[in-house]
């Protein structure tokens, strides 16, 4: 039975299962809550992480690696936790990605090292596992910082010990372990000073808090499937894409705005939500809660309902989705032309966070759109099915993002083909690079031009300050409008034009002769023009051009040359 | 030449010891999550390091003028993957010498010289 399976059972069953003994099927089905949460939390884990490089990609890893192990006990009858938790010591060591996910492998090694061959597992035993687990961890390296994983999974142990000469109950010595955990997390910028400086606790403890926390969840019948706690800003909530997921029988979507009274419980409204409907989404800004549900026709006046118990509403938006699908159908997304390559020609890839760049990158010669930008990477995979069926071996990459580089790079080494990877990091890098291709000239010779062209542009963006921080001197608050200037923070301000101006003051834009304003998925057209005007107006001599990019994210990505 | 020149304005040069940059990036590797220790590029320094403590121990400095050249002569813990391990500390090398240094790194080279067994499973 899968956990998923296992969800229909009560907690009264659930608590059985892990009840003592564990057994290696309890054992596995606490792995599988484990990575499930882990999984649902990701992107808050990849978000938090700063040490010891900030490439935000620590809770993919820990997912990876626990993917890795689980999918070798996935098929796994075995009874005896001894010998399964070898197996997943093992997976976990084999598919092991990123720091993270090594210490994490080291946590699983040592876990199995204690259980032996064990055929169950008592509270005792596991307290000596997590101890063994924690030296086994901390045998992996000379130098241990603490203030990440490695204190989390040491507080983790040293409660376990406490616990388990207290009560003979698993669930119980489980719950302590937790919050324990969750404790040690809420520690660790007391012991790692970056960590305090960019304003956010461990990614890899985080993620280890996770784990445990997935299957407390699991026996309490908690649902693994979304982050309850997640709450994003109002810009970010993208309520476009939610058409695509409308299931039948949920034909209504409702959209309301709310004040919380002080008593408002993010938890339970969404608890209680999704009992009336599906593709729930809750955002906040000014202190105003926006809320977005799709439910059947019966049930569409129970958001309002609730919601009134929870606060003040203040507007309420419903729609006839079904009537509105109709219509959608027809005009959303024109199709996207990719140049057809033919055996001899270059093909050239492009990584593009928006459908208004995909269509410039189309339009400009690019044979394959990989999805990705800022927060949401491509896989390695991803990348390699793009090119993997185009009819020629001369491939070039244009990753446009720092973060996907690696991928891109990874990815090209994992094939037959020739490709090259052109280290664009942003935008307009790589819309500068296209302008340069030329599909018949040879793989080398594009790449040698697209190269230099990526020097020939300068970059600016504009968006949303996701949390409160200090960088090369400019104090950020969470909310407020940020200008980065070739990924370097410029200023940050109210509004969107101020930071425009300040940004291209900051790019010495006098001495270039052309502005492109690309322009994200929730700026208006009406207000970007109006910008254009006002840019218009500064510098009179310049070319200022508008082109719809449809990025999440970035209000603006600009390109001065 | 065993120094290199960060940058220089009318009232001078800032100039780096290639021991500072070793000791940054060895500072960073021993940081790293798997490394057990450094470990000697060659014999000669095998017999120097009983003698004399070097921040250039397990680490080898280089430069051309795309940038800086990294060699990192490594121990590893036993039953880790390597792969990782190694893809980990090339990332955080570069990241804290270019960010405390500001010269680009061009290639960073780790050699595992061994493998430390501390538990069989």
Same mark, same amino acid.
């Given at each position: 039975?899968?956990?998923?399976?296992?969800?229909?059972?009560?907690?009264?069953?659930?608590?059985?299962?892990?009840?003592?003994?564990?057994?290696?099927?309890?054992?596995?089905?606490?792995?599988?809550?484990?990575?499930?949460?882990?999984?649902?939390?990701?992107?808050?884990?990849?978000?938090?992480?700063?040490?010891?490089?900030? @490439?935000?990609?620590?809770?993919?890893?820990?997912?990876?690696?626990?993917?890795?192990?689980?999918?070798?006990?996935?098929?796994?009858?075995?009874?005896?936790?001894?010998?399964?938790?070898?197996?997943?010591?093992?997976?976990?060591?084999?598919?092991?990605?990123?720091?993270?996910?090594?210490?994490?492998?080291?946590?699983?090694?040592?876990?199995?090292?204690?259980?032996?061959?064990?055929?169950?597992?008592?509270?005792?035993?596991?307290?000596?596992?997590?101890?063994?687990?924690?030296?086994?961890?901390?045998?992996?390296?000379?130098?241990?910082?603490?203030?990440?994983?490695?204190?989390?999974?040491?507080?983790?142990?040293?409660?376990?010990?406490?616990?388990?000469?207290?009560?003979?109950?698993?669930?119980?010595?489980?719950?302590?372990?937790?919050?324990?955990?969750?404790?040690?997390?809420?520690?660790?910028?007391?012991?790692?000073?970056?960590?305090?400086?960019?304003?956010?606790? @461990?990614?890899?403890?985080?993620?280890?808090?996770?784990?445990?926390?997935?299957?407390?969840?699991?026996?309490?019948?908690?649902?693994?499937?979304?982050?309850?706690?997640?709450?994003?800003?109002?810009?970010?909530?993208?309520?476009?894409?939610?058409?695509?997921?409308?299931?039948?029988?949920?034909? #209504?979507?409702?959209?309301?705005?709310?004040?919380?009274?002080?008593?408002?419980?993010?938890?339970?409204?969404?608890?209680?939500?999704?009992?009336?409907?599906?593709?729930?989404?809750?955002?906040?800004? @000014?202190?105003?809660?926006?809320?977005?549900?799709?439910?059947?026709?019966?049930?569409? #006046?129970?958001?309002?309902?609730?919601?009134?118990?929870?606060?003040?509403?203040?507007?309420? =938006?419903?729609?006839?989705?079904?009537?509105?699908?109709?219509?959608?159908?027809?005009?959303?997304?024109?199709?996207?032309?990719?140049?057809?390559?033919?055996?001899?020609?270059?093909?050239?890839?492009?990584?593009?966070?928006?459908?208004?760049?995909?269509?410039?990158?189309?339009?400009?010669?690019?044979?394959?759109?990989?999805?990705?930008?800022?927060? =949401?990477?491509?896989?390695?995979?991803?990348?390699?099915?793009?090119?993997?069926?185009?009819?020629?071996?001369?491939?070039?990459?244009?990753?446009?993002?720092?973060?996907?580089?690696?991928?891109?790079?990874?990815?090209?080494?994992?094939?037959?083909?020739?490709?090259?990877?052109?280290?664009?990091?942003?935008?307009?890098?790589?819309?500068?690079?296209?302008?340069?291709?030329?599909?018949?000239?040879?793989?080398?010779?594009?790449?040698?031009?697209?190269?230099?062209?990526?020097?020939?542009?300068?970059?600016?963006?504009?968006?949303?300050?996701?949390?409160?921080?200090?960088? @090369?001197?400019?104090?950020?608050?969470?909310?407020?409008?940020?200008?980065? #200037?070739?990924?370097?923070?410029?200023?940050?301000?109210?509004?969107?034009?101020?930071?425009?101006?300040?940004?291209?003051?900051?790019?010495?834009?006098?001495?270039?002769?052309?502005?492109?304003?690309?322009?994200?998925?929730?700026?208006?057209?009406?207000?970007?023009?109006?910008?254009?005007?006002?840019?218009?107006?500064?510098?009179?001599?310049?070319?200022?051009?508008?082109?719809?990019?449809?990025?999440?994210?970035?209000?603006?990505?600009?390109?001065?040359? | 030449?065993?120094?290199?020149?960060?940058? +220089?304005?009318?009232? /001078?040069?800032?100039?780096?010891?290639?021991?500072?940059?070793?000791?940054?990036?060895?500072?960073?590797?021993?940081?790293? +999550? /798997?490394?057990?220790?450094?470990?000697? $590029?060659?014999?000669?320094?095998?017999?120097?390091?009983?003698? $004399?403590?070097?921040?250039? +121990?397990?680490?080898?400095?280089?430069?051309?003028?795309? /940038?800086?050249?990294?060699?990192?002569?490594?121990?590893?813990? +036993?039953?880790?993957?390597?792969?990782?391990?190694?893809?980990?500390?090339?990332?955080?090398?570069?990241?804290?010498?270019?960010?405390?240094? /500001?010269?680009?790194?061009?290639?960073?080279?780790?050699?595992?010289?061994?493998?430390?067994?501390?538990?069989?499973?």
């Amino acid at each position: 039975m899968s956990v998923v399976e296992l969800t229909k059972l009560s907690p009264q069953e659930r608590h059985k299962l892990v009840s003592l003994p564990v057994n290696g099927q309890g054992l596995k089905t606490l792995m599988e809550a484990g990575m499930i949460w882990l999984k649902t939390n990701q992107q808050i884990v990849n978000n938090l992480n700063v040490f010891p490089v900030p @490439d935000g990609d620590t809770g993919t890893n820990m997912v990876l690696t626990m993917q890795a192990a689980f999918d070798e006990i996935e098929k796994s009858g075995d009874e005896n936790i001894g010998q399964l938790s070898h197996t997943i010591a093992r997976g976990a060591l084999m598919g092991a990605r990123g720091n993270s996910g090594v210490i994490l492998s080291q946590i699983w090694r040592g876990f199995a090292r204690a259980l032996d061959d064990q055929p169950t597992m008592d509270v005792k035993l596991l307290a000596e596992a997590l101890l063994e687990a924690k030296e086994t961890a901390y045998k992996g390296v000379v130098r241990p910082v603490e203030g990440t994983i490695l204190t989390v999974i040491k507080d983790i142990a040293a409660q376990a010990k406490v616990s388990a000469q207290r009560t003979t109950i698993f669930t119980e010595v489980l719950a302590d372990i937790v919050e324990a955990a969750e404790a040690s997390v809420e520690r660790t910028p007391d012991l790692l000073p970056i960590l305090k400086k960019a304003g956010v606790v @461990d990614s890899g403890g985080k993620g280890l808090f996770c784990i445990f926390e997935g299957m407390w969840r699991f026996i309490n019948g908690d649902a693994l499937d979304k982050a309850v706690t997640e709450v994003m800003p109002l810009s970010e909530m993208n309520l476009e894409d939610t058409m695509e997921s409308v299931e039948p029988g949920q034909d #209504y979507e409702v959209v309301i705005d709310f004040s919380p009274e002080s008593t408002f419980n993010l938890e339970n409204y969404y608890d209680e939500l999704s009992k009336i409907g599906t593709s729930i989404q809750v955002g906040e800004g @000014d202190g105003i809660y926006r809320m977005h549900i799709h439910v059947p026709l019966d049930k569409r #006046y129970l958001p309002i309902d609730h919601t009134m118990t929870q606060g003040t509403i203040q507007k309420v =938006m419903m729609e006839n989705l079904v009537a509105q699908m109709e219509g959608k159908k027809s005009d959303k997304h024109p199709k996207i032309n990719l140049a057809q390559v033919k055996a001899d020609e270059t093909a050239v890839v492009a990584v593009s966070p928006g459908p208004g760049l995909s269509r410039i990158f189309a339009s400009l010669g690019v044979a394959a759109i990989v999805q990705g930008g800022q927060t =949401m990477n491509p896989s390695i995979k991803e990348v390699l099915a793009s090119f993997e069926n185009l009819p020629t071996d001369k491939v070039i990459i244009l990753p446009n993002n720092k973060n996907i580089i690696m991928a891109a790079k990874e990815a090209a080494s994992m094939t037959v083909k020739k490709v090259h990877v052109i280290p664009t990091i942003s935008i307009p890098q790589g819309i500068s690079a296209m302008f340069r291709f030329i599909p018949d000239a040879g793989l080398e010779e594009n790449t040698e031009s697209m190269i230099e062209a990526i020097d020939e542009v300068e970059t600016g963006e504009i968006t949303t300050a996701t949390r409160s921080v200090e960088i @090369d001197n400019v104090q950020v608050q969470k909310g407020q409008v940020i200008a980065l #200037y070739n990924g370097k923070l410029v200023t940050s301000t109210d509004n969107i034009d101020t930071a425009t101006e300040e940004l291209l003051i900051a790019a010495k834009t006098c001495d270039y002769e052309r502005i492109t304003l690309f322009y994200g998925e929730d700026m208006k057209l009406t207000h970007v023009n109006a910008l254009a005007d006002k840019i218009r107006s500064i510098y009179p001599d310049h070319e200022i051009e508008v082109h719809e990019g449809g990025q999440p994210h970035y209000q603006l990505i600009i390109a001065i040359e | 030449m065993s120094e290199t020149e960060n940058n +220089y304005n009318e009232l /001078g040069s800032v100039l780096i010891q290639k021991e500072a940059i070793a000791s940054i990036a060895r500072q960073s590797t021993l940081q790293s +999550y /798997g490394v057990v220790g450094l470990a000697p $590029k060659n014999l000669i320094e095998s017999i120097h390091q009983l003698l $004399k403590k070097d921040a250039k +121990y397990g680490v080898e400095v280089n430069f051309d003028h795309e /940038g800086l050249l990294i060699d990192l002569y490594i121990m590893v813990e +036993y039953g880790t993957r390597i792969i990782s391990i190694t893809n980990s500390i090339v990332n955080s090398v570069k990241y804290n010498v270019e960010k405390t240094i /500001g010269l680009p790194v061009r290639r960073i080279n780790v050699h595992v010289r061994g493998l430390r067994i501390s538990n069989m499973d």
